[in-house]
């Protein structure tokens, strides 16, 4: 039972850490024409919010279409696995959170779009850019989910929504 105390509270930890401002510093993906500039995967983040339990993860974001920013907000669903969400965005997704520090959070996500094609995705979210180092590690990890190093795009610099 102490154990299960000890698990709970960690994972209530973890998630209360990863709630509030966040912003995109950058992206990674196998079909790197999602997330370039008008791409429809190039969200720029301003939030997570973890509702029930964090059973629900609500993602606030902009996307930038044709030089107007637009807000969303989209809400995944935990999945049975405890560790994935599932929600609906430009297709079906699947996300989760694969690495954290105080400074960064990282999510690799699966997205099938409307023609049926599967684009994995790594986002970065911080507060400010990246250092070499967490550049070096974003680039191993993306090239571990299959995703090539010189797909990824730094987005903080042309983040111009709104906060």
């Known amino acids: 039972m ?5 698990l709970a509270l960690t994972f209530g930890l973890a998630h209360a850490a990863m709630e509030g401002p966040w912003k995109t510093v950058a992206i990674a993906a196998d079909r790197v024409d999602k997330i370039e500039r008008g791409g429809e995967l190039r969200i720029y983040c301003r939030s997570l919010t973890c509702e029930k339990e964090c059973k629900e993860m609500k993602v606030t974001f902009y996307v930038n279409e044709n030089g107007q920013c637009s807000l969303t907000t989209i809400t995944g669903y935990l999945q049975e696995d405890g560790k994935t969400y599932k929600t609906q965005f430009q297709g079906n997704n699947r996300y989760k959170l694969v ?9 690799y996500s699966e997205n099938v779009d409307r023609a049926d ?12 850019p990246l250092t070499s180092e967490q550049k070096e590690k974003f680039a191993e990890l ?3 989910k ?3 190093a010189k797909n ?6 042309t983040d111009y929504c709104p906060e």
């Open 2 to 6: 102490a154990k299960f105390l000890l």
């Open 99 to 107: 690495d954290e520090s105080p400074e960064n959070l990282i999510f």
């Open 117 to 128: 094609r599967k684009t994995k995705l790594l986002f970065i979210l911080g507060h400010g």
């Open 142 to 144: 993306a090239e571990e």
């Open 146 to 148: 299959g995703i090539p």
């Open 152 to 157: 990824i795009r730094e987005v903080l610099i």
